[in-house]
């Protein structure tokens, strides 16, 4: 029961902190972060931070963000479909792609990583959502799969170099 526990623990916090994450944008919340200012700090604490996502006052399902240049996507399978949110963390990457059917992207998602000699760790799957982690010797991906209070129904990847 205890590592059932710990698990739920772990995958938990590794929600949170994607979803934090993803509230740490630059200039605000991301909605409010525009294209233009990805590499501004707007104030921020950290200037290493760039994110991408719409416009500001336009809505994030309706605007398309961009792939950091610096993302990994030839180590990092992402699902096909729009992105609305992405950050370079400087240590890391955001992704937030939306998705008709969270349930089936998440599976997407974890066939892709698996496909590509990613590790599935730990996995939570509910009704209301689904989370894993997914390691290689060069990188460790939390991919979540819910609906989203900005973005909706949506896949996220937090990205961190290992």
Request: charged share 20%.
């Amino acid at each position: 029961m205890s590592g059932t526990r710990t698990t739920l623990t772990v995958v938990a916090i590794a929600i949170a902190a994607g979803f934090a994450l993803a509230g740490c944008s630059v200039g605000g919340s991301p909605t409010a972060v525009s294209s233009t200012a990805a590499s501004s700090s707007g104030g921020h604490s950290s200037p290493s931070v760039s994110a991408s996502s719409d416009d500001a006052g336009t809505d994030s399902s309706d605007a398309d963000a961009t792939l950091p240049k610096t993302f990994p996507k030839d180590d990092v399978p992402l699902i096909d479909g729009k992105l609305v949110y992405t950050a370079d963390l400087g240590t890391g990457w955001i992704v937030f792609i939306k998705a008709d059917d969270f349930g089936d992207a998440y599976k997407d998602a974890s066939g892709k990583l698996t496909d590509a000699g990613f590790s599935k760790s730990q996995e939570v799957a509910t009704d209301q959502g689904d989370v894993a982690a997914f390691t290689t010797d060069k990188y460790q991906v939390i991919v979540t799969a819910g609906t989203d209070a900005t973005y909706g129904k949506a896949v996220s990847y937090t990205v961190t170099k290992q």
